[in-house]
């Protein structure tokens, strides 16, 4: 079955720098690769996806990067703020045929001011 | 995409006995999964969930402890059976209709004394 590995557990950053997280994955079969930002006591929230058929995917200050010949793919955060700071997961699947969301340790990212 | 409404949110149990969470979607969706989050871990998949079939647990997860029901495509139950103080922890539920992506539930978060 697939295997999500996610580095670092922990990120420390400064207000305004960047973030990058790395996730890497063992099916082949995987074809869809969301990122979740999980805040203490809540359900996951999915912040940005990006499916095998394309290289890389913007949604303002979020990025996510995928290179499916080496298997893995990587969530790049911009001009990060304090409210950024929350545990963010990764996560592999063939969404095609609906098989389980199969995620990655998470990553604790703190961003300070 | 679908909304995936969950209870109970937080129950308190006594050790030994058993409860039971309902994940009522407001849409179709072909495949739901049942997720364990321990504190301060990722989620872990217990098991997949088809509508008219049993269940397929992962490792580690078993039908007598963890029985599932899916009688249509818009509700599933999960139980957690004979509870011990290492079954406290989240459970969340998921759903996917494939083309839609993956929605979640909002958690029942488990205390067992």
């Not at chain 1, 890389?56 to 990587?74: G, P």
Request: hydrophobic residues 30%; aromatic residues 8%; neutral net charge.
């Amino acid at each position: 079955g697939e295997n999500v590995e996610q580095h670092p557990s922990t990120l420390s950053v400064q207000e305004g720098d960047s973030a990058v997280i790395k996730c890497t994955y063992s099916d082949s079969a995987s074809n869809y690769f969301p990122w979740y930002k999980q805040e203490l006591g809540k359900r996951p929230q999915l912040i940005i996806d990006i499916r095998s058929n394309v290289g890389e995917k913007k949604d303002q200050r979020i990025a996510v990067t995928l290179n499916k010949t080496a298997k893995h793919f990587s969530l790049h955060i911009t001009e990060t703020q304090p409210e950024d700071s929350a545990v963010y997961f990764c996560a592999a699947s063939n969404g095609q045929a609906g098989t389980a969301l199969i995620f990655g340790k998470g990553t604790t990212l703190s961003v300070s001011s | 995409s679908a909304v995936i409404s969950q209870k109970p949110s937080r129950d308190i149990c006594q050790r030994g006995t058993s409860l039971t969470i309902q994940c009522q979607v407001d849409s179709q969706v072909t495949m739901m999964f049942w997720y364990r989050q321990q504190p301060g871990q990722s989620l872990t998949l217990i098991a997949t969930a088809n509508q008219g079939s049993e269940a397929t647990y992962e490792s580690g997860f078993v039908i007598d402890k963890f029985p599932i029901s899916r009688p249509n495509l818009t509700f599933s139950t999960l139980t957690v059976s004979n509870m011990s103080p290492e079954d406290s922890s989240i459970y969340l539920c998921s759903g996917t209709g494939t083309a839609e992506g993956y929605t979640f539930g909002s958690g029942t978060r488990l205390t067992v004394v």
